[in-house]
C-alpha cells in the first residue's frame, strides 16, 4: 500500500496570505492525487484533485501541482479566509488500484488568523 | 438527495456490548467504505466494499464486521466493543472503486466505557 506523509501538520497563517500543503507518496503507479478539506466537526469532503497527465490545477483561490518524479503533490490556497480553517488531508489511492482503497495523511491543521 | 447518512449520531456502549452502525446512500454508488478517525491519525479504513456482495478487509479490520446488504446499505458491526473502539465513524461512497470522489457520511461518534 501507499505510505503518505504531509507536512506540515500545523499551519497558521494572517488573513490574506498563502499557505502551502506538501503530500509525499510512495507508490509510483498512482495516477489520482485528491485533497480533502474538513472542518471542525464535520465531514470530509473533496476540495480539488489533479490526474498524473497534467502538472497543475486551480480552482479560483485553491489549486494543486503535482510532481510525479518526486513523488509529492501540493495544495495552494492563496488569499486565505478565516473560513479557510480546517484540516486538509490528501488521500492517494493504491497506484493503478481498481479497488477503490484511498490512503489518507495524517492531516493538516490550518488556521486563518484575522 | 440525502447523499449518504448513517445512524446513530453519537452512541455510548459499555466495554463487551455490541452495536450496528448503519450507513445509507442514494446516489446509486457502487462503491461504499468504513472509516475511523481519531486525534491526530487521519482516516484509517476499516473495510471497503467495491461493488455489491463483495467486502475486503482495510488498515484496522480487526473487531469489526460488515454487510453489505444491498447497493445502497453497509453496516458496520462491533461484536464485543472495546475501549480502543471508541471513535467517529464514517461511511463513504464513491462511484465506482478506484480514482473517484468519496462522499462522506456526517459520522457517529462512539465511546465505549
Known amino acids: 500500500g501507499e505510505n503518505v506523509e504531509q507536512h506540515p501538520s500545523t499551519l497558521s497563517v494572517q488573513e490574506g496570505d498563502s499557505a502551502v500543503i506538501k503530500c509525499t507518496y510512495s507508490?509510483?503507479?498512482?495516477?489520482?492525487f485528491p485533497w480533502y478539506k474538513q472542518e471542525l466537526g464535520k465531514r470530509p469532503q473533496l476540495i480539488i484533485d489533479i490526474r498524473s497527465n497534467v502538472g497543475e490545477k486551480k480552482d479560483q483561490r485553491i489549486a494543486v501541482t503535482l510532481n510525479k518524479t518526486a513523488k509529492h503533490f501540493s495544495l495552494h490556497i492563496t488569499e486565505t479566509q478565516p473560513e479557510d480553517s480546517a484540516v486538509y488531508f490528501c488521500a492517494p489511492p493504491e497506484g493503478g488500484s481498481t479497488l477503490g482503497r484511498l490512503y489518507f495523511g495524517r492531516g493538516t491543521q490550518l488556521t486563518v488568523w484575522p | 438527495n440525502a447523499g449518504v447518512t448513517q445512524t446513530p449520531k453519537f452512541q455510548v456502549l459499555k466495554t463487551g456490548q455490541s452495536m450496528t452502525l448503519q450507513c445509507a446512500q442514494d446516489?446509486?454508488?457502487?462503491?461504499m467504505y468504513w472509516y475511523r478517525q481519531d486525534p491526530g491519525m487521519g482516516l484509517r479504513l476499516i473495510y471497503y466494499s467495491a461493488s455489491e456482495g463483495t467486502t475486503d478487509k482495510g488498515e484496522v479490520p480487526n473487531g469489526y464486521n460488515v454487510s453489505r446488504l444491498n447497493k445502497r446499505e453497509f453496516s458496520l458491526r462491533l461484536e464485543s466493543a472495546a475501549p480502543s473502539q471508541t471513535s467517529v465513524y464514517f461511511c463513504?461512497?464513491?462511484?465506482?472503486?478506484?480514482?473517484?470522489?468519496?462522499?462522506f457520511g456526517p459520522g457517529t461518534r462512539l465511546l465505549v466505557l
Open positions: 463513504a461512497s464513491s462511484a465506482h472503486s478506484g480514482e473517484e470522489t468519496q462522499y
Open positions: 507508490d509510483s503507479a498512482s495516477n489520482y
Open positions: 446516489m446509486n454508488h457502487n462503491s
